[in-house]
DNA sequence: ACCATCGTGGTACGTTCGTATCACGAAGAA
DNA sequence: TTCTTCGTGATACGAACGTACCACGATGGT
């Protein structure tokens, strides 16, 4: 029985069963035997495929980053096929939220990471930190884009904008997670600040 | 020598030293024994005055969220005597930005509680849930007297902007937390919106 | 057909953690 | 004084963790 097995395969398997039971039980709760368990695969298979756990949580952190990117160019697409830059920009935040169980392990992970990140020299390297940089310019992007359609007054300092948006849909989605606002409100207060940002667009039938 | 002893200041200092190790090598690292190397005391007299780890770290809790208090307070009070509210709005928003050592310790330690409580139904319950909605209230209430000072436009919706500048602060401070944004540029953001929220007051010298 | 290697299981080891136990000196109450 | 309670130390215990070790069946190369 025991063929040839594809390592990548494997690897983010087990990658997925660790983000699982990080979301139900929380990242510091999580041991090698609990990622065995949930893959339904034996430890040892674990320790064979990440020889440490060190590198199985920088693997995990990695394929959440990339299930992340999925994610939101998922939530792009369902937009339809032409949309204009707001309807994008306001898929990118949403997706961003934590509204369904899914999403929720999701921030609560990510949070669990950024947190380790501070104290671990090896997780901080991790391009963790670069992704959130690169969301910053393709938002800024979006808005420059609709600055020269005339969706948005030439005043605005797009840059600037789409940080202060990225940061409120950062602190938004922490406050959602812990119960404390209502993902609605928390839609809403990011639709006001687009309809601010886009002002002269009304959109909300 | 082991006359009656004060259990509250002991307590204290205990949480202090908690709070301490914790913001150098985060909370998820920290065990009693650490606590009690970095309150220079035995093991025991940890168990002695906290009986579990758990009740020591939600005594954590409430010792971190008294000394924010006293933080915004203190920074309040460096405004002057009779300050504006924007003055005082700055100052209140400023003081939960991780800028120095001390306030980086405080926000890593505090998002590592927020990501604890998502999973453990005891720190959840706990106040810090409810601090936040407070400290949308004081805002909201700053903004509504600002407004009534014509400082601020009549169409504001107050409370909606009171909810923006708090989460963006703590989606800002999550970001110059883990290095992937200065500090400077954090409060060049929130500057920003002050302005935007206060137009016409100028006051940048 | 043989043998080296791969995938896999089981299990043991050493450490660390939170907690519990035993012991004892000092101080206030009687 | 005598005794009970308080504060404190040292140490032990059981569990869980990450990791290492050993064994073995299956497979592919030659």
Chains 1, 2 share one sequence.
Do not use: W
């Amino acid at each position: 029985m025991p063929k040839r097995v594809d390592h990548a395969e494997r690897r983010t398997e087990i990658a997925k069963a660790l983000v699982r039971v990080a979301g139900r039980r929380g990242l510091h709760a999580v041991g090698m035997r609990d990622v065995a368990a949930e893959a339904g695969v034996s430890l040892r298979l674990v320790q064979y495929y990440f020889e440490t756990k060190e590198k199985l949580l920088l693997y995990g952190l990695q394929h959440l980053a990339e299930r992340f990117g999925e994610r939101v160019a998922a939530r792009s697409r369902t937009v339809g096929d032409n949309p204009g830059p707001r309807a994008m920009i306001e898929a990118l935040l949403m997706a961003s939220l934590p509204t369904d169980e899914e999403s929720r392990a999701f921030h609560l992970v990510y949070t669990s990471y950024a947190v380790l990140a501070v104290t671990d020299p090896a997780l901080a390297a991790q391009p963790f930190i670069r992704n959130p940089d690169a969301a910053e310019d393709v938002l800024a992007g979006l808005l420059r884009q609709a600055q020269e359609a005339d969706l948005v007054a030439p005043g605005v300092d797009v840059q600037l904008e789409a940080a202060s948006l990225l940061a409120m849909s950062a602190g938004l989605g922490t406050s959602v997670l812990v119960n404390q606002r209502s993902p609605r409100s928390a839609v809403a207060v990011l639709e006001h600040h687009l309809n601010r940002i886009f002002q002269g667009s009304d959109q909300d039938p």
